[in-house]
Nanobody
Framework: QVQLVESGGGLVQAGGSLRLSCAASGGTFSRYAMGWFRQAPGKERESVAAISSSSDSTYYADSVKGRFTISRDNAKNRVYLQMNSLKPEDTAVYYC?????????????????????WGQGTQVTVSS
């Protein structure tokens, strides 16, 4: 069974930066497409960024393009989300997710129901 543990969340002022990390255990990390999602109070969970298992493809929501960067380190079984120029509207619980890939290693998945495993989430709060 795959376990995902997020870390790196916290309180930051607007304009600041945070780096989220998601550690995976169990299975073969290099076979997982990874994604970051977030859920703000009273809102549905939304896709923020995604990266294919081959690392060839990435996806960013329009709201974070140019500010967030997703990356992965297969040697460390980790995926990261570097968040710069943070805004109050980025406040949410951030989740990482993993999808086992076989013949679709070049695809960055964005749908919540396309992922097989989820972490517990880490809170990010951006003050104005």
């Amino acid at each position: 069974q795959v376990q995902l543990v997020e870390s790196g969340g916290g309180l930051v002022q607007a304009g600041g930066s945070l780096r989220l990390s998601c550690a995976a255990s169990g299975g073969t990390f290099s076979r997982y497409a990874m994604g970051w999602f977030r859920q703000a109070p009273g809102k549905e969970r939304e896709s923020v960024a995604a990266i294919s298992s081959s690392s060839d493809s990435t996806y960013y929501a329009d709201s974070v393009k140019g500010r967030f960067t997703i990356s992965r380190d297969n040697a460390k079984n980790r995926v990261y989300l570097q968040m710069n120029s943070l805004k109050p509207e980025d406040t949410a619980v951030y989740y990482c997710a993993a999808r086992v890939t076989v013949f679709d290693r070049g695809y960055a998945y964005t749908g919540e129901n396309e992922y097989h495993y989820w972490g517990q989430g880490t809170q990010v709060t951006v003050s104005s």
